[in-house]
Nanobody, 117 residues
Framework: QLHLVESGGGLVQPGGSLRLSCVAS????????MGWYRQAPGSERELVVSLITDGGSLRYADSVKGRFTLSRDIARNTLYLQMNSLKPDDTGVYYC??????????WGQGTQVTVSS
């Protein structure tokens, strides 16, 4: 089973940018779906962006449309989340998510993003 490791979180001022990375321990080429979720303090985990690779369906949360971009590097087994124009409401723990070809749901350990002046 694949393991996912996120990195790239940190403290950033409002309006700033961060790029999160999620490295898988094996190939993500045949994965069914992948994406990013986040969880703010006291809140449930919520979808940020998801990609269903079979058919290419890509969905962003309304709150991040136009600011966040999902990308992937299949050769490096890596998923990215470019976050621009960050807002305090974007603060939370960001989790990488992958559903493999066997429909197993995998999560990383999370990386903290704090947007504050």
């Amino acid at each position: 089973q694949l393991h996912l490791v996120e990195s790239g979180g940190g403290l950033v001022q409002p309006g700033g940018s961060l790029r999160l990375s999620c490295v898988a321990s094996g190939s993500i080429y045949n994965s069914y779906a992948m994406g990013w979720y986040r969880q703010a303090p006291g809140s449930e985990r919520e979808l940020v962006v998801s990609l269903i690779t079979d058919g290419g369906s890509l969905r962003y949360a309304d709150s991040v449309k136009g600011r966040f971009t999902l990308s992937r590097d299949i050769a490096r087994n890596t998923l990215y989340l470019q976050m621009n124009s960050l807002k305090p409401d974007d603060t939370g723990v960001y989790y990488c998510n992958l559903i493999d070809r066997y429909r197993s749901v995998l999560w990383g350990q999370g990386t903290q993003v704090t947007v504050s002046s």
